[in-house]
């Protein structure tokens, strides 16, 4: 079924017919086709401005719209076809749910041969719990990844990961770290640490507890990641045996350029995949000046929603943003209601002037503020603009209203539906990641994401077939915005198989397999039933 939310005729017009309400009392009010709703026959009685039923005309004929019959709209049949780039999603989604393993033995075999080890001692609940689920069983090569180096080190030192994790329980306790320290005995979860997220994580592993041993793990409770520790430089295994930092997820360094620029793995950060190389790092406001760093360079387990590789080697897990019962996620009020052909041929933004701290003019090369003057000079090709002023990121040395000025921040935030009126979207680093990939991805429009961080699902969300990957500086947006255009078929495919595959495969009950996944691990390498 089709719905037109209706709003004051005499009101602005959105960009796109994504309607809404303009009621605080009643956000929105879906008049379904052949209904009569006493609102929209209040707004139907008024005179509008030539203007407005000037654009009223065009929108009600984009939206099938016949006529008017007294104050009731008549509306043409909007038939919802299945395209054949929305067939090949959903086959491509389908066959890679036909691969996986479908016995405990079999995803055992494929465990070890992926890992070089026998699966975990809790991996037969996991995998019962993943099968009940649906969830996917053999795609956790980023878990491997990021517990391989622990599971080394077990070489030299089988009781390492637990006294890694007893020192920094014993070292955090009262320091405003915010790290939160989740405890499981016999399947009750508790939490100790001040953290934004605290009173979403026990809920959320609690939906794994009763399956799991008595274990600690830390849960980073900054967007930020914090084990500044690169295992793949030289020597770094035997670094990695010892204590070396003081302070672990204390060191602060204001700004944060000239510590990465001495932090193996940091020192320069790629901004082309290939090529001869050029650092990123004066294109991340995360590595100019990160808001709220606290770091350790020793290797400590910790799971953390993000990070960069290989200048970080926090345990990646999915965080309150990625889970759709979530206040955190990306949510929409109503579903995409602009058929693709009647979206503009834009890229489309907005957001907060969330980056690093400002100081002085640095803010000229965050992304956010990139991407404004990038739109500014290609008005054709991107409408972008930064609506709020992130106050807490303007301090020492930083001239708020200039800021304000140059770039008309008004402070008047726009409904995130405004979007489906777009074909294009843009998906920007904040003070880190954006927790916003998931929902933009479910937006109806294709996404263009720049981003220097890595999640959980990096593997499975592929650059060129559900999104289209821009540099980290944005020299290459345009070039890309243009071959869009150009290439319409190309572009709407790979929308919807980012739509299909974030639709389909990350679930909540997909986010709850995953991180079961990492907390057996964890448990497996800290010792079962461990105090």
Known sequence: ???????????????????????????????????????AQFWAQRRPSRGARIWW????????????IGCTLVFAPLLRTVSPDSTIAQEAVDALYARQSTSLEQASARYTLRTGRSPPKYYEEWFHFAQEKRCLIDEYDRVHRDFEPFYQLAIDNPTLFAARVAHARNRLEGDNAEIARLEIRDGKVSIAGETAYGAYWPDTVGHLSEHLPNMTFFMNGRDEPRVAFNYRAPGARTHALSINDSTPFLIQPHPTSEFFAQQSGCRNIPLEGTGFMSSANNASSFLISSAKPGFTTDLYPMLSMTKMSPCFADIVFPGEYHYGRSWWYGHYRFEDNVPWDRK???????GMSNGGMILGDNYHDFARFRAVDLARAHPELMDVAITTFAETLCEEDCDRDAVIAEYNI???????????????????????????????????????????????FSDWLKPFEHYVPVL????DLVQKSEWA???????RMIQQKGLEFTRRVITDEQNDCYLFAVLIEWAQLQGVDSS
Do not use: C
């Open 410 to 456: 008004t402070g008047v935030g726009e409904p995130r539906e405004d979007v489906y009126g777009y074909k294009y979207v843009l998906d920007l680093d904040g003070t880190t990641f954006s927790g916003r990939f998931l929902g933009l991805l479910k937006s109806g429009s294709l996404v263009f994401k720049s981003t220097l961080f890595e999640e959980y």
């Open 57 to 68: 005309r065009r929108a009600a004929a984009a939206a099938g719209v016949l006529g008017v």
């Open 344 to 350: 503009e041929d834009k890229v489309y933004w907005r």
């Open 1 to 39: 079924m089709n719905y037109l939310n209706v709003f004051r005729g005499t009101a602005k017009p959105p960009r796109s017919l994504a309607y809404r309400s303009e009621d605080s009392t009643h956000p929105l009010l879906p008049l379904q086709i052949g209904e009569e709703d006493p609102k």
């Open 472 to 475: 980290p500086d944005l020299s």
């Open 485 to 491: 255009n150009k290439h319409p078929q190309e572009a």
